[in-house]
């Protein structure tokens, strides 16, 4: 049973659901980003998904658009990004996703790109810009080597879309609450339980809810409807305003604060 699955499983058999924490890997650089893995499975994150960055990322707000940068600007590569996580899984069992686009893991190679990453530990991948009716150049390798992909569903989704998730995907759905880029919100979408709803019943996997979600209140809503969690804008806008120690204690404390939300 590979990492995720054993975790949604142990989740599921415990009544809770699952936090999924994002965050830029490399920003501000790698050194940082290791420490922070350990610090997110210690605070009650489930899943980590980290950010490969990219000079267009087009899905994403100004918050992880400019920690894109601040992660470039630091060299940061999709290789130091595959050494991390194996130098990670010498102390760390989270299950770690690799989330970005397209461009980088297709100059890296789709096939050397799913080996390298089974080979460091990583656990996932979700391309943003990839649809799953033309993933089969990266989703067959992905088998060979048990890595699971991921693909995101939106409010536009149709059943043809839904239907092709469904048959392509792995490991869980990456289900975006709100149409537009990333970055929080003030409210949870008024029509989210009849959407999440909808896809519940075309789905067998487990489906995590996210873009816009900041506050405890916001992850207890959308908790009840859904498998779990995803925050990524909320806790990357801390990298940006925080450094050093007390990066790492407002971090901590917000993680927990979330898991305690939909415990």
Do not use: W
């Not at 130098?87 to 760390?92: G, P």
């Not at 989704?157 to 995907?169: F, L």
Request: net charge negative; with cysteine.
């Amino acid at each position: 049973m590979s990492r995720l699955a054993a975790r949604f499983a142990a989740l599921h058999t415990d009544g809770s659901k699952a936090l999924v924490t994002f965050i830029t890997a490399g920003d501000p650089d790698l050194a940082v980003t290791e420490e922070m893995i350990q610090l997110l499975e210690h605070s009650g994150a489930d899943v980590i998904e980290l950010g490969v960055p990219f000079s267009d990322p087009m899905a994403d707000g100004p918050t992880i658009q400019r920690s894109s940068e601040r992660a470039l600007n630091a060299g940061t590569t999709l290789h130091g990004i595959l050494e991390l996580v194996k130098r990670v899984r010498t102390r760390c069992e989270i299950p770690i996703i690799l989330m970005g686009y397209l461009n980088p893991v297709h100059a890296y190679g789709f096939d050397r790109f799913c080996r390298d990453a089974s080979d460091a530990g990583v656990d996932g991948i979700l391309l943003v810009d990839m649809p799953p009716e033309e993933s089969s150049e990266l989703t067959v390798p992905a088998r060979l080597y048990g890595i699971d992909v991921i693909f995101l569903l939106t409010p536009t989704s149709d059943s043809e879309r839904i239907a092709a998730v469904e048959s392509h995907g792995s490991g869980f759905v990456y289900y975006v609450t709100v149409t537009g880029v990333t970055g929080t919100r003030t409210s949870v979408s008024t029509s989210l339980a009849q959407e999440l709803a909808r896809v519940n019943q075309a789905i067998s996997l487990p489906v995590m809810a996210g873009f816009g979600i900041s506050t405890p209140e916001q992850a207890a809503e959308v908790g009840k409807l859904a498998d779990g969690i995803v925050v990524g804008s909320a806790i990357v806008k801390l990298f940006e305003q925080l450094s050093g120690e007390e990066l790492k204690q407002k971090v901590g404390s917000y993680v927990a604060g979330l898991k305690q939300a939909i415990a």
